[in-house]
């Protein structure tokens, strides 16, 4: 069976002492951390991974946009794909205050999953926005193709 | 309700918009070498810059408007619950059965002494 910490491991912020009461006792809040470590929720798990998801791909969509309209090469195409990657997971991360624990339980796991999920968009609008850019100049939106 | 989500809304237009006039500009960049009969190796740097902070713009403004991320631990859900909550099945709770028409002259021939029947709410609704 999973061991129990020990009772001098507080982590539990301040929030929880509510006024006019005295300290919760080091039994307790050992326990809330235990449970709050070991018993997670498996639907808000779901939910955030989807919504890193669909933020991640939007993040792909946009860089597809600027790499088709910088006309950039293959192997320069896929590192404005991992810049991007890497300024939403920056970005993500300030607006997490650098603390993934209470929802994604490790810092490491929003850098290692997903690298590769929003690739296909990715692919999809760089191919369009070059094409629609450089070969048809824009005019492809009112049907006329340019020669 | 619009306009407390706006702000995010507001950056993915604007970096949509800055995105846009920096392909409009490379469009025109492409008719001017042209014209000027050189090749068109790549745009100015004043466009990669301008697209690049577009593109920056549009993955924070996503962010910032994406739904809020949910606390994983059960903890926070558990403890919130009830004792009523745990027993009850209010799915299963039956509220809209015949007996309403059987009420006060529901069932009776003139229509003048029908009483007005209040709204029924559904079990879920009635849950806190």
């Known amino acids: 069976p999973p061991k129990k910490p020990r009772s001098g491991s507080r982590k539990v912020p301040a929030e929880t002492i509510t006024p006019g009461k005295t300290a919760q006792p080091e039994e307790e809040v050992a326990e809330l951390n235990y449970k709050k470590e070991k018993f997670l929720s498996n639907e808000a798990q779901a939910l955030n991974i989807k919504n890193l998801g669909k933020c991640r791909t939007f993040g792909a969509v946009c860089a597809g946009v600027g790499a088709g309209i910088l006309k950039l090469g293959a192997f320069q195409g896929f590192l404005f794909f991992f810049f991007v990657f890497l300024l939403s997971n920056l970005i993500l991360m300030f607006r997490l205050n650098f603390k993934a624990e209470p929802y994604f339980g490790k810092l490491s796991f929003v850098w290692g999953q997903g690298k590769l999920s929003g690739f296909m968009s990715f692919l999809l609008f760089w191919v369009l926005f070059h094409n629609l850019v450089h070969i048809y100049q824009g005019l492809f939106l009112f049907f006329v193709v340019r020669e | 309700v619009f306009l407390m989500g706006a702000s995010g809304k507001l950056l993915l237009g604007a970096g949509f918009l800055v995105m846009a006039h920096a392909a409009l500009s490379v469009v025109q960049q492409r008719h001017y070498v042209r014209l000027m009969e050189q090749e068109f190796l790549r745009p100015s740097t004043d466009i990669v810059v301008e697209l690049f902070l577009g593109a920056a713009v549009c993955v924070w403004g996503v962010f910032v ?15 919130c619950r009830t004792w009523e909550s745990l027993t009850t099945r209010a799915e299963f709770r039956s509220f809209n059965h015949r007996g309403r028409a059987l009420g006060p002259n529901q069932g009776g021939a003139d229509p003048a002494r029908r009483h007005h029947v209040p709204e029924v709410l559904s079990p879920l609704e009635m849950v806190d």
Do not use: N, T
């Open chain 2, 65 to 79: 408007s994406a739904s809020p991320l949910v606390s994983i631990h059960a903890v926070d859900k558990l403890a």
